[in-house]
T-cell receptor, first 117, second 111 residues
């Protein structure tokens, strides 16, 4: 079974530009979550999508947005890039069917390394 | 709000040494607790989990016990190997897929 794939793996942008990252979950997984990983802050939750709807959202500005398609693939968009947006962006998928579940194992992709100059 | 605090790294150990990485959490209710591992250039992988108090998660020689009275979930391994070199993350989840991660502890094991 193929794992979670993320494209591109590396990206270099300049301040003010926008960027779109893509995530393909494991086949059959309907939930996709996004995280930002930086050396200083560790992993921070951005948002989760389930059945094309944003179900949970972390504490990030509106410049960070996402969407999920009917095939469960997800994209994340960051507009008006800032230097501080440089990070590893991780996507994770799970079989989760309900937000009331106490635990859903997440499977992570290798990440997209974004550098903002 | 919910949060996880884990010991600062980096940690450097000799092969076959004993490993402890401390993790404490703050959460209302009864969260599930996890340890994830990230090898260089890869995404995170679930190492072990515990879903209720006094549960012990174990995998690949690693163990962690869910201690509600001390709100802790310390990771231990009796004899580390060079292949255990990685970054270890403690995490909690109270509901659905919203996870809270610690900042990670880098472990280097030298032969």
């Amino acid at each position: 079974k193929a794992g979670v794939t993320q494209t591109p793996r590396y990206l270099i942008k300049t301040r003010g530009q926008q960027v779109t990252l893509s995530c393909s979950p494991i086949s059959g997984h309907r939930s996709v979550s996004w995280y930002q990983q930086t050396p200083g802050q560790g992993l921070q939750f951005l948002f989760e999508y389930f059945s094309e709807t944003q179900r949970n959202k972390g504490n990030f500005p509106g410049r960070f947005s996402g969407r999920q398609f009917s095939n469960s693939r997800s994209e994340m968009n960051v507009s008006t890039l800032e230097l501080g947006d440089s990070a590893l962006y991780l996507c994770a998928s799970s079989l989760a069917t309900t937000s009331e579940s106490s635990y859903n194992e997440q499977f992570f992709g290798p990440g997209t390394r974004l550098t903002v100059l | 709000g919910d949060s996880v605090t884990q010991m600062e790294g980096p940690v450097t150990l000799s092969e076959e040494a004993f490993l402890t990485i401390n993790c404490t959490y703050t959460a209302t209710g009864y969260p599930s607790l996890f340890w994830y591992v990230q090898y260089p250039g890869e995404g995170l992988q679930l190492l072990l989990k515990a879903t209720k108090a006094d549960d012990k998660g174990s995998n690949k020689g690693f163990e962690a016990t869910y201690r509600k009275e001390t709100t802790s979930f310390h990771l231990e391994k009796g004899s580390v190997q060079v292949s255990d070199s990685a970054v270890y993350f403690c995490a909690l989840s109270r509901s659905g897929n919203q996870f809270y991660f610690g900042t990670g502890t880098s472990l280097t094991v030298i032969p």
